[in-house]
């Protein structure tokens, strides 16, 4: 059960290791792009490709699909990525139904684990696969593994690597639930009395704006943790009016006392362009203008001499 690429490793993966699997849940195909023609989830068009099964139920809930499975008798379901499970699906299997999730759980529990370690600016992360129970994310520990995060790893290249160490992992698990050789750890057992959770939940689009009163830091982590997409952005106003939207993709991080209020811009008109932060600048070396395509520093100033006039 899965949706988008961080799946398909790990589909190929059981497939490559012989293990029969007897169908694909995956979301329904939908209207996608400026032509709004209709397009498989990635998890889909793999499947296909190696004629499984699909199945794309629009209500999890309902009596038809619930009855597919049981005819299916699955030993055991494998969920990367994919919907909340209602208990008459998670409950079906004889062996249960396990999870791969981009945490080390009990931390970082919900949607956008990835993207919470780096804007959180954690040096370390990993991969965990759990039983699902009730709860998000709650359920019993069957194997995990830490990954360390490079300082200025962004949370693409961080869910590419978790997407192929996931699927190790994975297999791991399914090979060790299939002999019967793995010891459950409760969740409970590993949060300390009193202990406030870090959790990931979904990104809002407020929460990808830039607040430039933060610290230079607290501003790079957030952009790296939502690059390249949603991306982190920022709205600037000049005297006359006019307003200027910018995603970010990349900075470079300037730490030094200055006088310039939060949002100030400098630049040299040519190459470089930078923004006031609390405790230094932040450098724009890629951005994107509202309707516009992707640039550099350089190609964005040959078309905005006034950029300067503007504060965000």
């Known amino acids: 059960m899965g949706t988008p690429s961080f799946a398909v490793p790990s589909l190929r993966l059981l497939l490559e ?34 004629q499984l099964t699909v199945l794309q139920p629009d209500y999890l809930k309902s009596d038809d699909f619930i009855k597919q499975l049981r005819v299916l008798e699955p030993d055991l379901q494998v969920v990367v990525a994919f919907r909340m499970l209602p208990e008459a699906v998670w409950r079906l299997p004889k062996l249960g139904t396990v999870n791969l999730h981009a945490s080390l759980l009990p931390v970082y529990r919900g949607a956008a684990p990835i993207n919470w370690v780096i804007i959180n600016g954690e040096k370390e992360t990993g991969l965990t696969t759990f039983f699902i129970d009730q709860k998000i994310d709650t359920g019993n520990i069957i194997l995990q593994e830490k990954m360390l995060i490079g300082e200025e790893e962004t949370a693409g290249q961080l869910h ?40 990931a939940p979904k990104i809002t689009r407020e929460v990808c ?23 982190a952005w920022t709205e600037g106003y000049n005297p006359e009016g006019s307003i200027l939207m910018l995603q970010i993709f990349s900075t470079k991080v300037e ?10 811009v400098l630049t040299d008109h040519k190459n470089w362009l930078k923004i006031a932060a609390a405790d230094g600048f932040i450098h724009l070396p890629e951005l994107q203008q509202a ?22």
């Open 17 to 50: 290791n012989n293990f029969n699997v007897v169908a694909v849940v995956t979301a329904p195909d939908k209207p996608a792009g400026r032509g709004r023609k209709t397009e498989s989830s990635a998890i889909c068009a793999f499947a296909r490709s190696q």
């Open 160 to 199: 590419d690597r978790m997407m192929n160490q996931g699927a190790d992992l994975l297999i791991r698990t399914v090979k060790s639930i299939a002999s019967g050789n793995y010891r459950p750890v409760n969740q409970q057992d590993l949060i300390h009395r009193n202990e406030e959770l870090k959790t």
């Open 209 to 231: 704006r830039i607040n430039w009163n933060e610290k230079t830091g607290n501003i790079h982590n957030l952009v790296r943790g939502l690059s390249p997409s949603p991306a």
């Open 255 to 264: 730490i030094r006392t200055h006088n310039y209020a939060p949002g100030t």
């Open 291 to 312: 309707g516009k395509k992707r640039m550099t520093a350089a190609e964005f100033l040959r078309g905005s001499r006034d950029i300067d006039s503007y504060r965000f």
